[in-house]
Each structure stands twice: as C-alpha cells, then as structure tokens.
C-alpha cells in the first residue's frame, strides 16, 4: 500500500521521529554525590535552600500524609531531579509549579520536569506523598514511641520520612507544619512559627521553624501525651523541654540540669550557636540518645529508673548530646568520614564533665581507650578512615573508635601543643565553622596555625593509622594493647 495524503505521510513520520527520540532518553537513575561511607546517598546539581514539611498525623501505626516543598537552586543544567526518598508512596510531584513526572529508582525519586532547568536557575519542588512509620526501628525514620512518634534519621534515615537531598554536606533552613487529633502534642526544632497553634474541627496544627541551617539527620518532630516545659539558660538562653505528660514532676530534676550544662560547655568553646535548647525525653527503646538540632533526643528509661547508670554518667551523657549542638550541629562533617569530628569531641567534652565530678578521670579514661584502640582500629578502621556500616545495620559506623578513639586524637593533640593552643582551636573551630560545613583537612588546618607549626606529619599517623601512634607527654603507657 502506498501513502498518497501528504498530510498523514507527515504526521506518520513526526510520530516515528518521536519514538526515536523517546529511544535514546536514558532511563532514570539513583545518583549519590560519591560518599565513600554511604555512595547513594546525597544528590548531584543542586543546594536545598529551603523545606517547608506538612505532616498530618493520625496513630503511630498509620502513614502520614505529607507534602514536602523544596526551595533549592541549579548548581548545573539539569534534565532530571534527583531526591532521596523511601517508604512513603508519591501521590504527585511539581517542579517550578507545573507536573512532573516521577519514578522510584532504588532510594531515590527522580523527578522529570516539562522542560530541562539551566544552571542558577531556581528549583522548587512540591511532592505530595505518605510517610510511613511502621518498619523496623533499626532502619531510623520514625521512631514508634508508647505515645506516638519522634524522628531519628542519622545516619542516612530522614528519606524514610521525607523526600530530600539526605546527607549532611547540604545543609538547609526547616519549616514544619504538624496536624494532630486532639490530646496530642507536636513539637519540632526551632521556635513556633509566627502564627500560633490553629484549632479546627477537633485537630490542631502547630507551625515550628530553625533559624539556622540544618542538616536532613537532624530534623526532629515529636508527637504524644507531652508536657513542654519551659525555662531559662544562660544571657536568656530559652530552654524548652519536651517529656511524657505523666512524668513531668519525676523528670523535673534532670530538666534544671541542662541551664548549668549549657553554661558549662559556653566556659570552654563559646555562645551556645542556636536559637534554643531542649531535651526531647521519649518512651522508645533505642539503644542510643541523639543530638537532634536544638532538641536532643534521649530515650526515657536513661533518667526513670532501669537503666543501671549512676546519676553523675547519666550527666555526662547529657552534656555529650549538648556538646554536640556546636560539633556536628552547627558545624556540620563535610562527609561521613568526618564522624570523628562530631562524635570525638562530644566524647571529649563528655568525659572532661565527668572528670569534673570527680567520678571518672580524664587521664584514666584516656588510658583505658588507648590500651584499645589499636582493636578498635582493627575492627572499625583508623578515626578520620572508618569502614563502612555492614549492610542492613546503617548505624554499625557508630563504634568505638569514632567515640574514644576519637577523643584519644584529641587528647594527643593537647598533649602535643598545649592546653591554652588546644583550647583555642576549639574556640577557633566552631566559631569560624559557624552554620557551615568543614572536613578533617580543615581540622588540621586550623590546628597547625594555632600552634604555630604544620602538625600534619603528626596528626595524619593518629587520624589514618591502622595502629595508635606513641602518646606524648606519656611515655609509661606504653605501646597500645588489643583488648
């Protein structure tokens, strides 16, 4: 048969060049921005500026409805969006106000907008989606709690709860925006937003926002039968406590704690960086607390009775997740490899708080951590070198070598130059890494120039070694033993 209408020979042949076309678009792709810890994690060609997260609340055993807007800008042309996102199911998406479509790849949601984005040109994005809290605890997200929720998402967890560019080197403002029935309780980091808590047919939706850049594992929003308990800290510090209703008066006497805490830590690095402070006490069996931005998360069992701690450790865990408020919250790790970083000078500050109870010496602690640490580089690998997290247990990376073998870096670091030089870098460092991000190599960086020397030959061997260098000023402990 042969074509004789000019008019559909046309039509014919524009609808095969499409299918040509439609051959060679490549098919979507989960990116990572290359971690050597988590490689999938993170995405390429943009920085989220902003999220503004509506969740809407009804059990801890039901999805959630949710709608994640995101405020980014093109880093390069893209002709697809890249978000970290699991466990919830996508309803639609939009880029820059008009449908996309999207797929799930792997962990990530690749979004097609109409046409392709140039490079500096604004992103905004709206995914209407379920979050989903129901799955193993042991995968982070949500956080079942006797009452209702919380959120735990280190390490690489928060895309479980929401879409997002989910690592830490893409650091972001937060807006949150919860409804909950009546008798719940929802609290978020940061401060209310500027309208209060509104009431409409029997539900209230409470508005929260950070006024300083967060990183996705730091978000933090906590539903159930909460009291929030108000109070002052140091030069007017607003203190804000989020506990189970029934345990208020019980808990009363560790929430007085936190005014000194803060007060403590400001002695030794400076201003307390954030807007508020708080501890979220939870009725959940994690296995760990958590630094939270601006609402430290601790499981309720630490402080009621069961746990087998002594008062003055229970103390020093506290201060562990305050310290980190400037060491991994306001100054964020550039990388996971970075951990150390955070987890080091939490341990440390944690210890030294001990010591001056006088209940654990710091020089006793440090000892007892070099003995190990040549094990613990063997099975974690050296402090600024982990090895990644085995697969399906996402927070292994958190072992001993980044806790107190990490503060044991820090320990010979102030042994090597002194504790007025030490103590300046300290200073130095979270001031100047304020809201921002910084690496090891900074670290070393800024080290070297408060002492006045370049310490790379002496810090790499206790950053990077597979064994513990020999510890200055101590001759008598010896080479490290494997315990």
């Not at 979507?28 to 988590?38: E, K, N, S, V």
């Not at 029997?202 to 006024?211: A, D, M, Q």
Request: proline share 7%.
């Amino acid at each position: 048969m042969q074509l004789t209408s000019p008019r559909l020979r046309a039509a014919l042949l524009a609808a095969a060049s499409l299918t040509l076309v439609a051959a060679v678009v490549p098919p979507p792709q989960a990116l990572g921005i290359g971690d050597a810890l988590f490689p999938e994690l993170g995405n390429p060609g943009y920085d989220v500026l902003s999220y503004d997260l509506s969740f809407a609340y009804k059990d801890n055993r039901t999805p959630l409805d949710a709608v994640t807007v995101i405020d980014a800008r093109t880093l390069t042309r893209l002709e697809s969006v890249n978000l970290d996102f699991t466990h919830g199911k996508v309803a639609s998406a939009e880029v820059n106000g008009q449908p996309a479509r999207f797929e799930s790849v792997g962990e990530d949601l690749v979004l097609t907008p109409a046409r392709p984005l140039e490079r500096g040109a604004p992103l905004h994005i709206t995914v209407r989606h379920t979050s989903d809290p129901r799955g193993r605890a042991a995968d982070g997200g949500w956080v079942v709690t006797d009452d209702g929720l919380a959120m735990a998402n280190q390490a690489d967890a928060a895309h479980r709860v929401f879409p997002c560019n989910d690592h830490p080197a893409d650091k972001a403002l937060f807006t949150f925006r919860i409804t909950a029935p009546a008798g719940v309780t929802a609290v978020a980091n940061g401060v209310p937003g500027l309208l209060p808590a509104h009431r409409a047919g029997g539900s209230t939706t409470w508005t929260y926002r950070v006024l300083h850049p967060m990183a996705t594992e730091l978000a933090q929003v906590s539903l159930g039968d909460s009291a929030v308990v108000h109070g002052t800290g140091p030069h007017g510090l607003p203190l804000r406590d989020v506990v189970p209703a029934a345990d208020r008066e019980r808990l009363e006497p560790w929430l007085k704690k936190t005014a000194g805490h803060v007060e403590w830590m400001e002695a030794r690095v400076g201003r307390y960086p954030f807007e508020n402070y708080g501890v979220l006490i939870a009725k959940a069996r994690t296995g760990f607390e958590l630094e939270t931005q601006t609402l430290s998360l601790f499981e309720s069992g630490l402080f009621t009775g069961g746990s087998g701690y002594p008062d003055w450790y229970v103390e020093s865990v506290m201060v562990h997740e305050l310290a980190h408020q400037w060491f991994g919250d306001s100054v964020t790790p550039r990388t996971w490899s970075d951990l150390w970083l955070n987890e080091g000078h939490a341990t440390w500050y944690e210890a030294l708080y001990a010591d001056g109870l006088g209940k654990y010496s710091l020089e006793r602690r440090m000892r007892e951590a070099y003995q190990r640490s040549d094990q613990w580089r063997a099975d974690g690998g050296p402090p600024a070198a982990p090895k990644p997290a085995a697969p399906g247990q996402k927070i292994g990376l958190f072992r001993p070598v980044v806790y107190d073998g990490s503060a044991l870096v820090l320990y010979a670091l102030r042994q090597e130059i002194g504790a007025e030089a030490f103590d300046r870098v300290e200073r130095r460092w979270v001031a100047d890494h304020r809201d921002a991000t910084a690496g090891t190599e900074d670290f070393v960086r800024l080290a070297s120039q408060e002492a006045g020397r370049d310490l790379t030959a002496f810090l790499k061997p206790w950053l990077y070694g597979k064994t513990t260098p020999a510890m200055p000023g101590h001759p008598e402990w010896g080479g490290p033993k494997s315990a």
